[in-house]
């Protein structure tokens, strides 16, 4: 290797990617444009004793936001395909940095394509909304394997947790600039999608200046393709001998689909289920959003504090069994925005946590190996199938019953999760101090 590990500088500016794309999970997936297309004129229909908004896609009739999981599901589905490929050819001609650059350009150019969505061209609207998510996720199974690279074992709680604190005050800071933009300047809300790809793209220079190009001085001779593929079937015989993490990642798996969920649909549970007062709606969503971002960076804070006292396992036990506590309360008690508000506080300081420690407990249970893309693209496809579960069901439901049912139906997920979790072996990683 030609740099150390633990340089600040290059953790500083890996960490600033959180800063840089997390703008679009905030402004996009949660925040405004939620909102926006929430509002567009759609027909109202009335179903299962419901009014609600349809829309007729490809000659197919929906309600708007099954349509819109639907698509999201689609767009993490094609990613959970392409990952480990092209994490595979990454770990072998060291270019891990070259893809993570065209996802994130994908994205940014995308999201800034949400200007022209128009729901009479709903077809080609969706496909920005598509892509843009290809995009957002694709980016990150490289840049999440970066961590085992930049920093030893000990930091990588720590680390992540930096990480994701950067990217909710990041996104925070653009969410509000945006509200002014449109609630004070009257700025139409089309240019936040505008401004957040251009946030994206700007930032993220910091960290492609700023991170290593392959590392381990690899030199690819031949076929990339054929390559990539032997090097994903390397690292598959690797991880099946690897009894802490494949059991670790069995309870990923179904715990993230509860959390990756709650996270894509939470708004449209609060324009659904929620009774605002009259004009309301759009702040209250938004102030409860920046609750859940400011929030979460404490949660991720404290949670590496905790983990490092009694250890990962034990910590992410506590935190999904809380997440599972959150998917009760909010079927049978939220009706109001002060509810609501007090359950973005507790999204908020659960969310935090699970993410970082989720990703930090999986560096820290890999092997010394050179192959951090392929393993992270693993990690990645998993979250990105229970992505795609999770949010086909909490739309199927909804079409079946309503969005409140859909919201009942993910406690399945984090008790499962929950149970596979206490089948994790212990490891000396993994373990808080004695």
């Not at 444009?33 to 419901?50: A, C, L, Q």
């Not at 050819?89 to 022209?116: E, P, Q």
């Not at 996104?171 to 933009?181: F, G, N, V």
């Not at 990962?312 to 009760?328: P, R, S, Y």
Request: glycine content about 8%.
């Amino acid at each position: 290797m030609n740099f150390k590990k633990n340089d600040k500088k290059i953790i500083s500016a890996w960490t600033m990617y959180d800063w840089a794309n997390s703008v679009y999970p905030l402004v996009i997936t949660s925040a405004i444009f939620p909102i926006f297309y929430e509002s567009r004129d759609f027909i109202e229909k009335v179903v299962n004793g419901k009014t609600v908004k349809v829309i007729t896609f490809f000659g197919a009739e929906f309600i708007n936001t099954e349509l819109y999981s639907y698509n999201i599901s689609l767009s993490y589905l094609i990613v959970a395909f392409l990952s480990p490929l092209l994490s595979g050819i990454a770990d072998y001609s060291g270019s891990k940095k070259k893809y993570m650059r065209f996802f994130c350009y994908l994205g940014a150019i995308s999201c800034m394509s949400f200007y022209f969505f128009n729901i009479n061209h709903i077809e080609l609207s969706m496909l920005s909304v598509l892509l843009g998510s290809i995009g957002f996720s694709g980016s990150l199974v490289f840049y999440n394997a970066y961590l085992p690279e930049i920093a030893t074992v000990d930091l990588h709680d720590k680390v992540s947790a930096k990480g994701f604190s950067r990217g909710y005050i990041g996104s925070s800071t653009l969410l509000i600039l945006c509200l002014i933009l449109i609630m004070v300047l009257k700025i139409p809300a089309e240019w936040a999608f505008v401004l957040t790809g251009i946030w994206w793209v700007g930032f993220s220079q910091i960290t492609f200046r700023g991170l290593p190009s392959n590392i381990y001085n690899h030199k690819p001779t031949g076929n990339k393709l054929s390559k990539g593929f032997r090097e994903l079937k390397k690292v598959w015989k690797q991880m099946s001998g690897n009894k802490p993490l494949k059991r670790y990642l069995a309870s990923f798996f179904v715990y993230s689909m509860g959390v990756q969920t709650i996270m894509l649909m939470a708004v449209f549970s609060g324009t659904k289920e929620i009774s605002w007062p009259e004009g309301e709606m759009e702040t209250g969503l938004i102030t409860s959003i920046l609750v859940i971002q400011f929030i979460a960076v404490a949660g991720a804070y404290l949670m590496a504090y905790v983990s490092k006292k009694i250890g990962n396992i034990k910590t992410l036990g506590i935190v999904v069994f809380i997440w599972a506590l959150i998917c009760i309360v909010a079927y049978a008690f939220v009706y109001t925005p002060l509810h609501f508000y007090l359950i973005a506080a507790a999204i908020g300081f659960v969310m935090g946590g699970i993410q970082s420690l989720s990703r930090s407990t999986y560096s820290k249970l890999l092997p010394d190996t050179e192959d951090h893309a392929s393993y992270f693209s693993f990690y990645d496809v998993l979250e990105k199938m229970g992505i795609v579960i999770g949010t086909f069901f909490f739309g199927f439901i909804e079409g079946m019953f309503s969005i409140r049912e859909s919201v009942l139906m993910l406690i399945v997920f984090f008790i499962i999760g929950f149970v596979l979790l206490l089948r994790v072996p212990k490891t000396p990683a993994l373990q808080g101090d004695k």
